[in-house]
């Protein structure tokens, strides 16, 4: 594979183009409410109006209008169809004669669609993700061969350092800066991980991507693999994504099919192989020493850090980890200049980032947008604010290690340090919505639950605390609890988050203290009042347990 | 091998450089309390209670895997640290059945020594009570899964000490537990070479001979010790 084959490639997939185009959306959201039947009936519509040479029925990515679906769209016209059943396949052809029909169309002018800024998916609804020429065709692998042929390894990571991209796993670590790090071992073995699990409830950008356009995931780890000097990559995807899966693999063979993966990518002397591991669904296992041990084919247990994945990670070789959407954003980063990629976004987060939109909300689905974009115009200007009658209370980012930022503070816009100084974090980007009928402590003890059967089980906080956290937050639900229990939660978030392991642990207490936090008065006005008659000996503090009622009776005095 | 200087409670302490701080600070005689950590097997840092505050650091690190630094200040026993440990053990205590008056281990025990050491003489969390199954199908040994503590010490040894590889964890959170082989009773293991250095290693009274009784169960770690220095300074102290 030379430039002039990708060229070539693309323009024998422009000259297929028809006079129409029908993209119908074939990502998950969209298959579940039966869009591979939409697709297979306008494909049979097709055949029977005699129109194979003007219409091309495409299966593409997500079209974002994810409670809509399923979703076709319709080219050149630029029309959005949404609900779209079988039956209306041939309504759906005749629009294309001019003819009205009462199909339910999507409004592609609305803000949802007017504030977006597609970069990571800029391809997505776009090309057919089981096709890798329809990905060449908007200019897929370019960034690949320009920087085999024209820009060596330091000079990969220093654009890519430059472009001040940061993880979009959630913690938001210096892309650039991980990267030098792992080019800079002295190891003869590196590896490259796409952390693809992604596992908070309510989120799934990264599944969208990977259904959507795998090759551009392929593309950036083969990027990275080249500038860090890694000649194998990992994929860990969750097994709850088979779709996602699918995709995927099809992409790496077609990709090997091509030269572009494997030995001699691109003709070059650089070899890189992507190989799957798939989760079997525990959630800590996004956490990247956790995700390496299940590579290894170990129990999925995090260990501590250091040393850090970079200078000791897979098979104890350097490591770069990075998520589906950081590498995603490698290739325009490459093709269109680290200068353009940091003129969007604010002052410390660059570039855009993708949100799954969820919840009590008027609009359900996948955004893009620009670093810095206030979340007031995500939630109420895209989303359309609450469903009718319905007024926002809260909006959680960062699933359960994130929290709940409440009405109030809409207006802050969204990046790295301000979601983290309002006690939540970016995340991954799972972004839900909650109305007035929301309870807050029930979001904060949903969370915990979900902790509490996710925790790994190694060490002590993460493991006994979170039952004993999830108990608490039941107690002060069902109205059973006094002042004391609140004091004991507030005590144990404190030992939770400071003490645990890994991150999950230690980010397990967020949704409570953020709730806590903005709506503390939702917790108070369930507590008991404090008994009556108050046992005789006086309240201890809690640092001090009092010498009264052994339950340890057998202990040495 | 460069030596390094570190300050541990506000003590100079010299150290050699692959040390952790946990070795440095016993070295030096300066107590740091542990639970899942054992001579001569790897660390894990499971277990929270050696961490330690180190000035400049956010983060509370684990003196057990932590590596000495060249100026390390390290705080062991801090106000804050102290209630952290109380509190960590009366999660340990509320999470399984810490009966200790009918506990073979009673008096032996590793758990009971750092609640008495820590002043743990009450739990304010609820008591899980957990109905968790004694595994007494071993000729020689009982595993009594209502008294673990999950340090897996036991697994711990059993594949880096005898190499036998019969002990695991299975499950995740609260619900782990240790299992013999596949998930089967331990009588039915094939792996098992009943060398006993599980139930050496067990910090509670998990692991048992059986046939002892309350209180009757006291292990020789100089077992254990012995094996390991013979295999890693290849030195048989007899």
Redesign the interface.
Known sequence: MLLEDLIKIKEAELARRKKHTLRCCLAAGCISSQGQAVKDALDQAVQAAGLAAEVEVRGVGCLRLCGEGPLVAVDPDGVLFQKIRPEDAPALLSTLQGETSPLDRGDLQSPFFKHQLPLVLENSGLVDPDRIESYIAADGYLALRNVLREMAPPEVVSAITKSGLRGRGGAGYPTGLKWATVAKTKSTRRFVICNADEGDPGAFMDRSVLESDPHRVLEGMIVAGYAVGAEQGFIYVRAEYPLAIQRLQNAIRQAKQMGLLGSGVFESPFNFNIDIRIGAG?F?CGEETALMASVEGR?GQP??RPPFPAESGLFGQPTLINNVETFANVPPIILKGPEWFASIGTDKSKGTKVFALAGKIQTTGLIEVPMGTPLRVIVETMGGGAPAGGQIKAVQTGGPSGGCIPASHLDTPVDYESLTTLGSIMGSGGMIVMDQTTDMVDVARFFMEFC??????????C??????LH?LLAKILARQATQRDLD?LE??CD?VK????CGLGQTAPNPVLSTLRFFRHEYLERLQPAHPNPPSAPPTP???????????????A | MAAKTLTIDGQLVSAEENQTLLEAARDAQIPIPTLCHLDGVMD?????MC?VEIVGTP??L?AC??KVQEGLEVRTNS?RLQ??R???L??????RN??????VS??HCEL?DL??QH????????Y?APNLGVDLSHRLYGLDHNRC??CTRCVRVCWYIEGAGTL??A??????MIITDLNQPWADSDTCTACGKCVQACPTGALFYKGATVAEMERDRQKLEYIVTAREKKQWNV
């Open positions: 525990a800590v129990r260990r501590p509490r059967d996710e925790s790994c089980g190694k060490c002590v906080p493991r006994a605390g979170t039952v004993q108990e004991r005590e144990l030992l400071h003490t645990s392991l809690a640092t001090q347990p009092p010498n009264t009622a052994p339950v340890n009776p057998g202990a040495p | 894990v840092g499971a277990c929270r961490l983060k509370l684990p895997v932590t106000e209630r952290y109380r509190l960590l009366e999660l340990l205590f509320a999470e810490h009966v200790c008056a009918v506990c009673n008096g009971q609640a008495t002043g743990m003489d009450h739990v304010r969390y609820a899980q503590v999950l695991n964890l499950g995740r959170g609260t619900g782990s």
